[in-house]
């Protein structure tokens, strides 16, 4: 499948190979803060999770960067009725360029092109994380509200700010070159 | 207005329950499509009401029920969904807001580890939202283009009721 391609960032299905990579951000506290999942203690647990989880799932793309074939972090669409709801984790030592905003664009012109179904792609981040907040709105979504106790995080619950696209919000691009099914 | 009063259902009340089940004005905002016999309805009642975590029978001054009203639980287990559906012939009566406010008053002794309940309605649907605002909800967010009903893609306000909010009268 054509690589969705956004500046320096360019999305890839996972293989178990990536394990080792995976690893590295999902054992930071830092990276999985605001996730459910606690981190990973053991390399063993991001391979189990790639097989488990990541392969078998509608739409998970790893995030590369500057053409590097290791992922430094992790995108998830999660498809519902007409709607869809997308994540998404970056590596540390790549936070505060922009990767995950590219990373969040590229997968809506995918997941849009693909799913002619979907009307809206929907994400929640903590009223916390100012930070998946600001990458939301840069990626052109709109902020809804804020959705109170909507989440049990870490043993407890959440305020969750609520962003969504709709396919009507998206500018008419230009015909991509088509590749694939 | 007369007193109302929530209780669990009986397959007994599945000749009561047609009066709004099968009206496709009460349905017209759900995603339900309306019952055409009350055989469905009986497996309804029978596979989904009645093991159900909380599914009650709206009725008034001891009466048979005139609605349904459910707090679902979500797969965030902090987070119920809740659906109610009155028949026709008693909107407009404060029926919906006053079973709204018992529901608030003692649903939250009832689902452990809820303390959210939320309601999605549709931004037409004047009647449900004035009931869900009456009864102390407040309104979150408008969520675009959240659902198809009847084939009309529909934005769907979402309000919330949490286990802190004060309760009204």
């Given amino acids: 499948m054509e690589a969705e391609a956004e500046g320096d960032v ?12 995976l690893f590295e951000w999902a054992s930071d506290p830092r990276v999985v ?19 488990d989880h990541v392969l078998p799932h509608p739409w998970y793309r790893a995030i590369c960067v500057a053409g590097a074939d290791r992922p430094v972090g992790s995108i998830s669409v999660k ?19 922009g990767v995950a905003t590219r990373a969040v664009s590229a997968a809506a012109a ?59 919000d998206r500018e008419e691009k230009p015909a991509e070159e088509a590749n694939g099914p | 207005m007369d007193t109302i009063t929530l209780r669990r259902f009986d397959l007994a009340d599945a000749d009561a329950m047609m009066s709004w089940a099968s009206d496709p004005v009460v349905t017209a905002f759900t995603t339900s499509e309306p ?37 679902t639980p979500t797969e965030d287990r902090c987070r119920a969904e809740l659906g109610i ?17 018992r529901v608030l008053a003692t649903v939250y002794a009832n689902l452990d580890g809820v303390e959210r309940v939320e309601a999605l309605v549709d931004v037409d649907n004047a009647a449900a939202r004035r009931a869900l605002e009456k009864a102390g909800f ?32």
Avoid at chain 1, 151 to 163: E, N, S, T
């Fill in chain 1, 10 to 21: 360019s999305l890839r299905e996972f293989t178990e190979a990536d394990a080792e990579a």
């Fill in chain 1, 33 to 51: 803060r605001f996730q459910r999942r606690d981190a990973y203690a053991h390399v063993d647990e991001a391979r189990r999770y790639i097989i």
């Fill in chain 1, 79 to 97: 498809p519902t009725e007409c709607r869809a709801s997308v994540g998404y984790r970056v590596a540390h030592a790549h936070w505060g360029r």
């Fill in chain 1, 110 to 168: 995918e997941v849009f092109a693909e799913w002619p179904w979907l009307a809206r792609l929907e994400a929640i981040a903590d009223v916390e994380n100012p930070a998946s907040q600001r990458v939301l709105e840069k990626a052109g979504f709109t902020r809804e509200g804020v959705l109170r106790r909507y989440v049990v995080l870490k043993g407890r619950p959440r305020d969750m700010v609520v962003f969504s696209l709709v396919r009507g």
């Fill in chain 2, 35 to 71: 019952y055409e016999s009350v055989e469905p309805l009986l497996a309804f009642i029978r596979d989904t009401v009645l093991p159900h975590p909380w599914f009650r029978a709206i009725c008034l001054a001891g009466d048979g029920p005139v609605g349904e009203v459910s707090v």
């Fill in chain 2, 85 to 101: 559906m009155l028949a026709r012939a008693h909107w407009g009566k404060g029926v919906a807001t006053a079973a709204l406010k």
């Fill in chain 2, 138 to 169: 407040q309104q979150e967010a408008v969520l675009r283009s959240y659902c198809v009903v009847k084939g009309l893609l529909r934005d769907m306000v979402i309000y919330s009721f949490i286990s802190t909010d004060t309760l009204v009268e």
